[in-house]
């Protein structure tokens, strides 16, 4: 059974930093991209950083860009997201994914862990 399990959610102030961490288990996702989505509260899904395999040229959407690093580690089957100046938009439940389906690393995925909170007070 594969398993995507996210930590490292939290309430911070405006500013602050958090960084999340999202292991996979049950099969490697080595050769896979994987990335981050969230979903604000009435709000639709939305796309946040994907990276490939290789960890070359990672993906990012405008709304994060330049504060947001998304990193992997092959060896641990592990994806991380260094969230920097958070925002109270940035506020949402973030979900990690893997194995891209389709083209575009902002699409679909095959496998959504269960979402971690982030909450950013002004």
């Known amino acids: 059974q594969v398993q995507l399990v996210e930590s490292g959610g939290g309430l911070v102030q405006a500013g602050d930093s958090l960084r999340l961490s999202c292991a996979a288990s049950?099969?490697?996702?080595?050769?896979?991209?994987m990335g981050w989505f969230r979903q604000a509260p009435g709000k639709e899904r939305e796309f946040v950083a994907a990276?490939?395999?290789?960890?070359?040229?990672?993906y990012y959407a405008d709304s994060v860009k330049g504060r947001f690093t998304i990193s992997r580690d092959n060896a641990k089957n592990t994806v991380y997201l260094q969230m920097n100046s958070l925002k109270p938009e940035d506020t949402a439940v973030y979900y990690c994914?893997?194995?891209?389906?389709?083209?575009?690393?902002?699409?679909?995925?095959?496998?959504w862990g269960q979402g971690t909170q982030v909450t950013v007070s002004s």
């Open positions: 990276i490939r395999w290789s960890s070359d040229s990672p």
């Open positions: 049950g099969r490697t996702f080595s050769s896979y991209a």
């Open positions: 994914v893997g194995q891209q389906v389709g083209f575009l690393l902002s699409g679909d995925y095959r496998y």
